[in-house]
């Protein structure tokens, strides 16, 4: 089930962060993981990954990506940047 807006993430995710990019960062892991695969259980992982961080970094666009290609479907073709 995606979800719509970062009103509708479960309280969790408000409770580990309070920062609004944060918690805008997990909605759009969830729903493209989601998107792509439809499991609900890897989405969940994925997104969860975000909050796991200790860096206040927002990823960009095509890091959230290869990061769901390596972890998520396993098929990563590019190299990751230190």
């Given amino acids: 089930m995606p979800y719509s807006s970062v009103r509708d993430i479960p309280d969790y995710v408000n409770k580990k962060t309070k920062d609004k990019k944060k918690r805008r960062q997990w909605l759009r892991v969830f729903n493209s993981v ?3 695969i439809n499991s609900e259980a ?7 990954a975000v909050l796991g961080r200790s860096t206040k970094k927002v990823f960009t666009r095509q890091e959230v990506d290869e990061f769901i290609n390596f972890y998520v479907r396993g ?8």
Avoid: I, L, M, V
């Fill in 42 to 48: 890897r989405a969940f992982a994925a997104a969860n």
């Fill in 75 to 82: 098929d990563f073709k590019g190299e990751f940047k230190e």
């Fill in 34 to 36: 989601y998107s792509r």
